[in-house]
């Protein structure tokens, strides 16, 4: 069983690059989410640099771990492997334009990692990150619930941040989801959306003016243009998908059974099957544990189909 082989809990970091190492520093801050840290690198220098840079913060860390750089070999007894590896998006570029080439990546890392005897769970942050991890579950022929992409996990947060900057609350109240496409065409479902127990459509209609709804729309817009916003600014973003990687990796090693918004592959959920997408799910020791059906209007269900549709035609797209 996943974390249990050993007597301990590994993880495999594929790129060392500034979203595999805002992972790992992540990694070194938390209390104990695990006993080994193996950092891979086509740059072996690098990922040797980055493991003593991050042995040398031990001493002044909450938790203990091994961190040391390694090979693809050395993936056959961890847990997880977390592949941030890929052309980092540019200026203008969007998610889909980053397709072809690390799709070639990929073929150059999941092989080896499988020939390793690696048995355990593939989280993938690289973009598009839909089309990466069904590439990945392709590419692994691993069963479809122990490949996890970041999914709309992130547009999640930046949800939740931006609507409790909104209400004046705190972000863990705020129970709102994106989903669909980590990209263009993820959307937010409001008739799910809520802080505490009440709707935010409720709470606007008995705020007697101080918010408004339709507002919410403004809201959504920003969500969707703020990592172009970010990577204009200061290149790239990596820093939040950094945590929220640290954010799945405890809920599988720990097998908290949380529920987060991350890229799976529905069996017939919402009506879909074929295509790795943002939806509401449990995660625990042995990957994707449940994808959660929740109640869609009919508009909102139609725009997941579009997201759908969307992905599974750039998936059926890719030559393996």
Known sequence: MLCQRFGKR???LVGTGMVGMSYAYSMLN???ICDELLLIDIDKKKAWGEAMDLNHGLAFSNGNMKIYAGDYKDCADADIV???AGVPRKPGDSRLDLLSKNVEIFKSIIEPIMESGFDGCFLI??????VMSYVTQKLSGLAPGRIIGSG????????????SDYFNVDPRNVHAYVIGEHGDS????WSQAKIGTSSLKRICDLSKGRYNFDEMSDIALEVKNVAANIIKAKRATYY???MALKRITR??????RSILTLSVMPTGQYGQEDVYIGLPCIVGRRGVETILEVDLTDKEKESLGDSCTIIRDLCHKVKL
């Open 10 to 12: 590994k993880v495999a």
């Open 30 to 32: 938390s209390s104990n």
């Open 82 to 84: 977390t592949i941030c």
């Open 125 to 130: 942050a690289t973009n598009p990150v839909d």
């Open 152 to 163: 709309t996990a992130l547009d999640t947060s930046r949800l939740r941040y931006l609507l």
């Open 186 to 189: 993820g959307f937010v479902p």
């Open 240 to 242: 939040s998908i950094g």
């Open 251 to 256: 809920a599988i090693l720990s097998d908290e």
